[in-house]
């Protein structure tokens, strides 16, 4: 059973406008929650966290929110560049180890 | 970058032969993970480690072991290869329990015909 779920294989954007990703989770129990960034023949790089006693975090253009009555995470890139364009995984962490979710190819158009 | 190295980066094997895949770290981190990335799974947890000969099973550990003998190197093996272990494998390191960042190798494509 998924514990991490992004229901969006792959988004589309345009240069300049607003991406949102999202993520949803199953486990109550969960302390932080992470996104990583991933380009083809590459391995994920860590992006931006948030622990589970905030609801927002910023960094530069992007901004994590986490809403946990809804176990819902989402990550905003705004303004969205070309170079953004990668496969962006949730990821959530309690205990050892980190749980992630399927992945959302972010395609930046020009 | 972290400094975190894998190999071999690529390899073709034949369905029931034992493969190794290695992980050397320099970063003198305590945990250690390997992961495999299939398509429609993500990333999904196949063993870990805590330290030194401390290991433990993730969720498809299922036809692998694993071994760390020495803090910088955690070793994966298939025991007999098969086609479904066909997958790219990543190694990930981070200094502590709660995880809040883990460092990532480059992976490694394997192939069982």
């Known amino acids: 059973d998924q514990q991490v779920k992004q229901n969006s294989p792959s988004l589309s954007v345009q240069e300049g406008r607003i991406s949102i990703l999202n993520c949803d989770y199953t486990n109550s129990m969960f302390d932080y929650f992470l996104w990583y960034k991933k380009y083809p023949a590459e391995g994920p790089t860590f992006l931006i966290s948030i622990s589970s006693i905030k609801d927002k975090n910023e960094d530069g253009r992007f901004t994590v929110f986490l809403n946990k009555s809804a176990k819902h995470l989402s990550l905003h890139i705004v303004p969205s560049q070309p170079g953004d364009s990668a496969v962006y995984f949730c990821a959530t962490g309690g205990g050892n180890k980190l749980t992630f979710g399927t992945g959302t190819q972010l395609k930046v158009e020009l | 970058d972290a400094g975190i190295t894998q190999s071999p980066r690529h390899k073709v094997t034949e369905t029931g032969t034992p493969v190794t895949l290695r992980c050397h770290q320099t970063e003198n981190h305590r945990y250690m993970y390997w992961y495999r990335q299939d398509p429609g799974h993500g990333l999904r947890l196949i063993h870990y480690?805590?330290?030194?000969?401390?290991?433990d099973k993730g969720e498809v550990s299922d036809g692998y072991s694993v071994s760390r003998s020495k803090t910088e190197d955690f070793l994966l093996t298939l025991e007999s290869a098969t086609s479904s272990q066909t997958s790219v494998y990543f190694c990930?390191?981070?200094?502590?329990?709660?995880?809040?960042?883990?460092?990532f190798g480059q992976g490694t494509r394997l192939t069982v015909v």
């Open positions: 990930a390191i981070s200094r502590r329990m709660e995880n809040t960042e883990a460092f």
């Open positions: 480690s805590y330290g030194v000969k401390d290991t």
